[in-house]
């Protein structure tokens, strides 16, 4: 398999846990943003969004969005299932998941946040503040939905924490201070621990800068 993916990427970060947690042969191709080689037209060939990460499977066949490859992922690996078969739990989890997927991370995307800079003059105390803003709001609802156990959902890795733990590495990245969100943050020491998460982190992608 190979992901494009780009070191700083939450999303590829997400299937980069995933794959490492699920012992996935697979190669990286890194795709620079700032360069903006997603927006090539060989890569828009592929993802016609123009966002990482995508997945090119063994066949050639290309998936997009991470949330996609990950249930793809999990349905055909078994090892480290990420979402439970009881429908209950899988659906709590998938809550908190779209909390992140669908209500913060597309208010404090590359794009969202250039076009804020870039059209609407904002400057850049004002899109920290911005980002900041969106990222309370979101981790005060994770916080309060949280038991305090090691992982997000008890004491093995679900989705959740493959969600949470680029987020709360983006968000430590725009100096947001972690200090009102205890559980969050002992979630993320608890998942940086383990040699998946810690091969995913941004600094550890051969595409770091
Ligand atoms: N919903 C998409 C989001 C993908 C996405 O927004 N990727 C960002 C990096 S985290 C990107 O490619 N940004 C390029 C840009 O904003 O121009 C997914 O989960 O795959």
């Known amino acids: 398999m190979k992901l494009y993916s780009y070191y700083r990427s939450s999303a590829a970060y997400r299937v980069r846990i995933a794959l490492n947690l699920k012992h996935i042969d697979h190669l990286i191709i890194p795709v620079n943003l700032l360069k903006k080689e997603h927006q090539s037209a060989d890569y828009l060939g592929k993802q016609p969004q123009g966002l990482v990460p995508c997945l090119e499977i063994n066949d050639g066949q ?27 739990q899988a659906a709590k989890i998938r809550s908190f998941v779209d909390i992140i997927a669908c209500d913060i991370h597309p208010l404090c995307n590359l794009r969202v946040l250039n076009y804020l800079t870039e059209d609407f003059e904002v400057n850049a105390q004002q899109k920290l ?35 949470l733990i680029p987020q709360v590495y983006n968000a430590l990245r725009f100096e947001f201070d972690m200090s009102a969100f205890p559980k969050l943050s002992n979630v993320y020491q608890s998942c940086n621990l383990l040699e998946s998460f810690i091969a995913a982190k941004p600094e550890n992608q051969i595409d770091a800068l």
Do not use: M, N
């Not at 609802?141 to 969600?163: M, Q």
């Open 129 to 163: 503040t911005w980002y900041h803003h969106w990222i309370r709001c979101g981790f005060s609802a994770l916080e309060r939905s949280l038991k305090p156990t090691t992982y997000c959902f008890g004491e093995g890795i679900s989705l959740a924490d493959v969600y």
């Open 62 to 88: 290309i998936l997009t969005q991470s949330g996609a490859i990950l249930s793809y992922l999990d349905s055909l690996y078994s090892e480290s299932r990420l979402i439970p078969p009881d429908p209950f």
